[in-house]
């Protein structure tokens, strides 16, 4: 996800941490120390990411349950196959990242249930001065059950 | 955590990383993240929008819970790579346990190979990383 703005705040690692179950979680909310953060944390720069569709926005209509169990959105139908994470500098609090991303390989496998696509998505995260943070690249995954439309 | 010396070839360290996983736990890790994805959280949807017999976690919340073991052990800040791959779904009720094996070290740096699987020993999650040391 590519996001202008990702303040990596004291309050927001203290509920990653807790999410994770970390069993010293409050340490995260400590901003005197510098402290480093969960590896995973990057993934969470999608609360700052003003189009992430995996989020509901105001006025908008949302995929999930509500009065009915909702229905398929374009572009959230596949599922998260691989991740990884190269470590230039580790985050700490206090640091302001930003992100930009790219596309990757792409490939086929034929499955039991069809064909499956993968894609990969590379994301850099930079500092303020624009050093690189963390390199992550995802690999999203979506079958293609035989004989129907891709 | 570990004494940096104490990683030797053949090291390892089993885990339990979560015991009898709850629903609210996943909606605790979709609120931290903000991956509000439906199939995670919302079982009307997942049964009868998406097909799944019901909610699963999401794989982030699994690896994250890895990492967290791996970085017990060997130091938060000395990760310079992790990197897995999710087999198999965690579903609400499963118990995870990862065990971290070191496979490789060099002068600067020890690799470890991570497995994490449910309570039925299978994988959800494998994969590698690396430390400095």
């Known amino acids: 996800m590519a996001v202008e703005r990702f303040p990596v705040e004291a309050g927001h690692v203290l509920t990653f941490r807790r999410a994770l179950g970390h069993d010293d979680a409050e340490r995260g909310a400590d901003t005197s120390t510098g402290m480093p953060v969960p590896v995973t944390f990057v993934q969470a720069s999608a609360q700052f990411d003003p189009h992430y569709v995996l989020r509901p926005h105001p006025g908008e209509e949302w995929f999930g349950s509500a009065a009915g169990p909702g229905f398929t959105a374009t572009g959230a139908n596949g599922l998260h196959a691989e991740q990884s994470y190269e470590i230039h500098q580790p985050v700490r609090i206090g640091m302001v990242l930003s992100s930009t991303e790219r596309p990757g390989r792409t490939w086929e496998k034929v499955g039991r249930s069809g064909t499956l696509h993968f894609s990969e998505l590379i994301v850099e995260y930079v500092d303020e001065h624009g050093v690189p943070v963390v390199t992550a690249t995802s690999v999203g995954v979506r079958t293609v059950p035989d004989g129907a439309d891709q | ?133």
Do not use: K
């Open chain 2, 1 to 133: 955590m570990t004494l940096l010396a104490d990683l030797e070839v053949g090291a390892s360290r089993t885990v339990v990383l979560v015991e009898d996983l709850t629903r609210t736990r996943i909606v605790q890790y979709a609120g931290a993240s903000g991956d509000y994805n439906p199939l995670h959280t919302d079982e009307p949807f997942a049964r009868e929008i998406a097909g799944f017999p019901g909610v699963f976690a999401h794989g982030m919340l699994t690896m994250g819970m890895t990492a967290r073991a791996v970085t017990d052990w060997v130091g938060e800040d000395r990760l310079t790579r992790i990197g897995v791959r999710f087999s198999a779904q965690v579903w609400p009720g499963d118990t995870l346990t990862a065990t971290l094996t070191v496979t490789e070290v060099a002068a600067d740096q020890a690799t470890l190979a991570l497995t994490t699987t449910n309570q039925d020993g299978t994988v959800v999650l494998s994969g590698t990383a690396t430390c400095a040391v």
